[in-house]
């Protein structure tokens, strides 16, 4: 197991191959797999500080692009409901994510809730590109205020020199 865990995480180490590595933990963690990508984004931002800007932008775009992917499986999902039963059942949630429209996946940030958030709009149908829009608004607050409010509240856990 060791001859291919080693290489494996050395091509994923940070700094070395950061951006890409966040991006590619970003978009899996936008997804329904429970894993999150603000660690990697924090670790990134520590090792490289002049990466914080590029970091939170490129960790936006991968959890965005995830979202897109929630959002289209969502859609998938309905229509293979739509062709099996032909009286949709609304629940209250869906009703108030109807109501609220694109706007809702502003929410996307959320924890436990916000990936689902993203499926039940394709569900929905909602519009996709006003829903990517507000998912990448609500990811990138997301992405700035924790990774500037770990910097500033954890200044000393990784130092600068190495």
């Not at 309905?78 to 209250?92: A, W």
């Not at 990138?140 to 205020?145: A, E, I, K, N, T």
Request: hydrophobic fraction near 55%.
């Amino acid at each position: 197991m060791d001859t291919w865990l080693q290489p494996l995480l050395s091509l994923l180490a940070l700094p070395q191959y950061g951006l890409s590595t966040l991006f590619l933990v970003a978009f899996v963690s936008a997804t329904l797999l429970p894993m999150g990508s603000e660690p990697a984004l924090f670790g990134l931002v520590k090792l490289n500080p002049e990466l914080f800007w590029p970091g939170v932008l490129v960790a936006t775009a991968g959890n965005t692009l995830g979202g897109a992917v929630s959002w289209w499986m969502g859609l998938g999902a309905h229509r293979m409901v739509d062709r099996v039963r032909h009286s949709p059942t609304h629940l209250r949630a869906l009703d108030w994510l109807e109501r609220l429209g694109p706007k809702a996946c502003l929410l996307s940030w959320l924890p436990a809730v916000g990936d689902p958030l993203c499926a039940v709009a394709g569900w929905l149908k909602l519009p996709f590109w006003p829903c990517m829009v507000y998912m990448a608004i609500g990811k990138f607050m997301r992405y700035l205020v924790m990774t500037a409010g770990l910097l500033w509240a954890f200044p000393g856990v990784i130092g600068h020199g190495g």
